[in-house]
């Protein structure tokens, strides 16, 4: 489904970002305030979100605006895939989430299963690259690369019970039998791609 309307109020919002934080001159400063303010009308009015959250939502961020960036790790044993699950909606997900400064996609994608898993991994290989606006995940307000990272336990026969700060659950699937998914991590045709690229490790990263 289009939403013309979300990828207006992105755009807006995106160059009144980048307008806020190189201009100098004080009329263009005001103008760009009002881009800013104009894109969260937008959002206001389609989401019937209150504006006074809409900063702190959606236009809160400073510098030249880029896509956020989403990690997520890609486990497998005995064919099965691991999935936590989410204490947000009880949908489940790939282990992981927003990328950290200072932190490499590989130290990211180690502590994300460690803390919502409670399990250790080493990184292994990048497999995909994908951006959100070409699949089935949910409107977003921000823009988002996911990034799908296949990891290995490092003692795969131990037992997994784990309750994590975000996560209830911790399970290892079939991938012809999978739960429900929350589409806004990732969504079942993005799971089986990756299953996909782990099955055919000559294949090449997959970047949208």
Same mark, same amino acid.
């Given at each position: 489904? !289009?939403?013309?309307?979300?990828?207006?109020?992105?755009?807006?919002?995106? +160059?009144?970002? +980048?307008?806020?934080?190189?201009?100098?001159?004080?009329?263009?400063?005001?103008?760009?305030?009002?881009?800013?303010?104009? !894109?969260?009308?937008?959002?206001?009015?389609?989401?019937? &979100?209150?504006?006074?959250?809409?900063?702190?939502?959606?236009?809160?961020?400073?510098?030249?605006?880029?896509?956020?960036?989403? +990690?997520?790790?890609?486990?497998?044993?005995?064919?099965?895939? $691991?999935?936590?699950?989410?204490?947000?909606?009880?949908?489940? !997900?790939?282990?992981?989430?927003?990328?950290?400064?200072?932190?490499?996609?590989?130290?990211?994608?180690?502590?994300?299963?460690?803390?919502?898993?409670? +399990?250790?991994?080493?990184?292994?290989?990048? #497999?995909?690259? #994908?951006? &959100?606006? #070409?699949?089935?995940?949910?409107?977003?307000?921000?823009?988002?690369?996911?990034?799908?990272?296949?990891?290995?336990? #490092?003692?795969?026969?131990? &037992?997994?019970?784990?309750?994590?700060?975000?996560?209830?659950?911790?399970?290892?699937?079939?991938?012809?039998?999978?739960?429900?998914? !929350?589409?806004?991590?990732? &969504?079942?045709?993005?799971?089986?791609?990756?299953?996909? $690229?782990?099955?055919?490790?000559?294949?090449?990263?997959?970047?949208?």
């Amino acid at each position: 489904m !289009s939403y013309e309307w979300l990828d207006w109020a992105k755009q807006i919002q995106s +160059i009144a970002q +980048i307008g806020l934080a190189y201009s100098k001159d004080v009329y263009d400063l005001e103008r760009f305030e009002q881009l800013r303010k104009l !894109s969260m009308e937008i959002m206001a009015r389609y989401t019937e &979100t209150e504006m006074d959250e809409l900063p702190r939502l959606f236009a809160s961020e400073s510098g030249y605006a880029t896509p956020k960036v989403d +990690i997520r790790a890609v486990v497998v044993r005995d064919g099965q895939i $691991l999935l936590v699950q989410e204490k947000a909606d009880g949908s489940w !997900s790939l282990p992981g989430g927003w990328a950290d400064i200072g932190l490499s996609p590989a130290e990211v994608v180690v502590k994300e299963v460690r803390e919502e898993a409670g +399990i250790n991994v080493r990184f292994i290989k990048l #497999l995909a690259v #994908l951006d &959100t606006k #070409l699949y089935d995940n949910p409107p977003s307000p921000y823009h988002v690369y996911k990034m799908f990272l296949h990891c290995e336990m #490092l003692n795969p026969n131990e &037992t997994i019970e784990f309750e994590g700060v975000e996560t209830s659950k911790v399970s290892f699937w079939d991938v012809h039998h999978l739960p429900e998914l !929350s589409r806004e991590r990732n &969504t079942e045709d993005q799971v089986r791609m990756m299953l996909e $690229l782990i099955h055919n490790p000559g294949a090449p990263v997959h970047c949208d």
